[in-house]
Nanobody, 119 residues
């Protein structure tokens, strides 16, 4: 059984930082056959991919480029997202996700963790 569990969400003032972690069970984060990433979802909106590792290459959405950093801890089998210079527009529910890279849609999802940035 594959399970992903996010942690690290919370409330922070604008300009602050948060570090999100995703614990992966049943999948090795170091396995390049799997694509892994972070998504966020605003109320009444679709989930959008903000960062991902796709066959070894890290990509970022323009909205977070230069502020967020995606990394892995292979020993702990975690996927991490360091978020700096947070803005109120970063307020959203954040999800980690994974899929076999050959599959079109992400099929493994965490439960989500809320990030709230106040001005």
């Amino acid at each position: 059984q594959v399970k992903l569990v996010e942690s690290g969400g919370g409330s922070v003032q604008a300009g602050g930082s948060l570090r999100l972690s995703c614990d992966l069970f049943g999948i090795r984060v170091s396995d390049s056959n799997y694509c892994v990433g972070w998504f966020r979802q605003y109320p009444r909106a679709d989930r959008e991919r903000i960062a991902a590792i796709i066959r070894g290459q890290t990509t970022y959405a323009d909205s977070v480029k230069g502020r967020f950093t995606l990394s892995t801890d292979n020993a702990k089998n975690t996927l991490n997202l360091e978020m700096n210079n947070l803005k109120p527009d970063d307020t959203a529910m954040y999800f980690c996700a994974a899929k076999p890279c050959r599959v079109a849609a992400y099929n493994y999802w965490g439960q989500g963790t809320q990030v709230t940035v106040s001005s």
